[in-house]
Each structure stands twice: as C-alpha cells, then as structure tokens.
C-alpha cells in the first residue's frame, strides 16, 4: 500500500534506539480488538509536542492498568 511507511505500531517501548522520534506526530489512534478506535489529534496546533505526548503515555499508562484489573473505562 502507498504511503503506509509513514504509520507506525508497536509500543513506546519499540521506539527506544530506533530511528523514530516524537516530531511530527499529529494523530495518535488506539485500536481495540472489538474494532472501537479512539482518535488523538492536538487541539491547539498541528502536531503534539512533547507534554502533550507525556500525557499521553500516563493516559495509556492507566489503559493497561485497567486491562490488567479486567475494569472497563
């Protein structure tokens, strides 16, 4: 598929000694197994910077954290 290099997947874990940095990130997109989809886009500029990008990690920190107790949100 054309342009399908400019998406990434993998964890925050997978980008530690990769090519990969945090510039230019303007959508994040959570998929779930049931085929709900949240979408991420920065409400005050074109792409996230990098607060925005920590919240973003404690967010999906308490994803997992909540997988992991079998809660739903």
């Known amino acids: 598929m054309e342009g399908t ?3 990434w997947r993998g964890s925050p874990l997978d980008v530690a000694g990769s090519s990969v940095d945090a510039y230019g990130i303007k959508e ?3 998929e779930f197994d049931n ?3 949240d979408v991420f ?3 005050q500029r074109e792409e996230f910077e990098s ?4 919240q973003m990690a404690t ?3 308490s994803i997992g954290h909540s997988i992991r107790k ?3 949100n």
């Open 28 to 30: 994040i997109v959570i």
């Open 35 to 37: 085929g709900d989809e």
């Open 41 to 43: 886009t920065p409400k």
């Open 70 to 72: 079998g809660e739903k």
């Open 51 to 54: 607060y925005e990008l920590h």
């Open 5 to 7: 290099d400019r998406y």
């Open 59 to 61: 967010y999906l920190d």
